[in-house]
């Protein structure tokens, strides 16, 4: 089972910063099947990011993903007010286990 | 646009069963798999179950085989799971999520709160 780790714990940034959020497998992650999601409190969580590195629908392109391997990142150009959220990586198509890391928790203030 | 509801949430006490169930809407139901996944209070996602976009195939978190079952009714457009011998642990935000693509979630409800207690 592939674990997913993710760094920092918490951020806090200004409006039009850049957030740069880092998740890390236990084992290298095949064909890049990596996603992130945001959740906002009272939601369910939205996907931003699928294969590493493709948007989903109506994802603006201040969301970006990039890595390879074991180790991937999430950036967050310009950011605004509403970009406060927890964001989780996930590592999909894998068996057993389809896993999420724990979750970085962006603040912006 | 595509819709997916959560229901059937509450409170109820360790060993008793309840149903949730996720009325979907905006796209052809039967084209994809569907998928729980719960959020305990203040914690990160846990993967719970899955049904294929037929309903042939299921399969479950080790922590909820064989007491939780998931189903689709195909003519209602809405996924339930059964969840029996519930557990103290079992207390979460229940969400139902539509499967793009081997496990990726592409649409998610807003969730259904489940807490078991005495």
């Known amino acids: 089972e592939i674990v997913l780790t993710q760094s920092p714990g918490t951020l806090s940034l200004s409006p039009g910063e850049r957030a740069t959020l880092s998740c890390r497998a236990s084992q290298s992650v095949i064909n890049r099947y990596l996603a992130w999601y945001q959740q906002k409190p009272g939601q369910g969580p939205r996907l931003l990011i699928y294969?590493?590195?493709s948007r989903a629908t109506g994802i603006p392109d201040r969301f970006s993903g990039s890595g390879s391997g074991k180790d991937f990142t999430l950036t967050i150009n310009r950011l605004e007010p509403e970009d406060s959220a927890v964001y989780y990586c996930?590592?999909?198509?894998?068996?057993?286990?389809?896993?999420f890391g724990q979750g970085t928790k962006l603040e912006i203030k | 646009q595509v819709q997916l509801v959560e229901s059937g949430g509450g409170v109820v006490q360790p060993g008793r069963s309840l149903r949730v169930s996720c009325a979907v809407s905006g796209f052809n139901f039967t084209d994809f798999g569907m998928h729980w996944v719960r959020q305990a209070p203040g914690k990160g996602l846990e993967w719970v179950a899955v049904i294929s976009h037929d309903g042939s195939r299921t399969f479950y978190a080790d922590s909820v085989k064989g007491r939780f079952a998931i189903s689709r009714d195909d003519s209602k457009n809405t996924v339930s799971l059964q969840m029996s011998s519930l557990r103290v642990d079992d207390t979460a935000v229940y969400y139902c999520a539509r499967d793009l693509w081997n496990y990726l979630f592409d649409y998610w409800g807003r969730g259904t709160l489940v807490t078991v207690s005495s």
């Open positions: 294969g590493a590195s």
């Open positions: 996930q590592h999909y198509r894998s068996s057993p286990r389809y896993t």
